[in-house]
């Protein structure tokens, strides 16, 4: 069986995804350099596309077990995965905006916090 080079499970998925987080903000700026230097080229939505398109590998390998499928944290993660995937890899003609990279790094943190809550913690988001 053939390792996926961009991890596999639930947890190592969703902090992997996460850490693109860090690199968008970052690259939004040079995302909004390039847009500017050539609007005729570029546009915020396909920034947006270029960050999910790699980020987004992250979730193709996540797995949800058994006994959370169909629950509240199952099915963020499902969303979070088809949010992901499309904006990514899909090719739909729509404009995707940083409302998008919000929602879905917002799920990703929803779900940490379901885990935390399934493993008997009491988890605080904190300020950072």
Not at 27 to 56: C, I, T, W
């Amino acid at each position: 069986m053939e390792e996926s080079e961009f991890g596999k499970g639930l947890v190592i998925c969703l902090v992997k995804f996460a850490e693109h987080r860090y690199r968008c903000r970052e690259q939004k700026e040079s995302y909004e350099r390039m847009v500017k230097r050539s609007p005729e080229l570029y546009n915020m939505s396909d920034a947006v596309k270029m960050h999910f398109n790699g980020a987004s590998d992250h979730l193709y390998e996540i797995e949800v077990p058994d006994r959370w499928k169909g629950t509240e944290l199952g099915k963020k993660v499902v969303e979070l995965q088809d949010l992901g995937l499309e904006v990514g890899h899909g090719f739909k003609e729509k404009k995707w905006t940083e409302d998008d990279v919000n929602k879905a790094y917002g799920l990703c943190q929803e779900i940490a916090v379901l885990i935390d809550k399934e493993l008997g913690l009491e988890p605080q988001i904190g300020q950072w």
